[in-house]
């Protein structure tokens, strides 16, 4: 099971020296823009973790952000699998 954690403010020097992209559309999240980590356990590595991240804000017409999209994908996948 995967862990969320909501990001707010306090990394924006970080983010400024690593550009994060977006898991689910591959853009660049930019500084200030809310977004949201995924902790996930890479079973080739050893267990080790490591971070998605998607956006959280609404674009457009968008109904859904890339996040909620994300979330929707993968329980359409859980679906396919049962
Ligand atoms: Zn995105």
Redo the contacts with the bound molecule.
Sequence with gaps: MASTVPLTQGNEALAALVPY???????P?APGER?VREKVFDSLTAGDAHYRR??ADL?GDDVL???E?HQVEKEDAAERVA
Excluded: F, M
Aim: glycine share 0%; with cysteine; charged share 10%.
């Design positions: 992209r977006c898991s689910y559309c591959q853009s999240i977004w998607y956006h674009y952000s890339c996040w999209k």
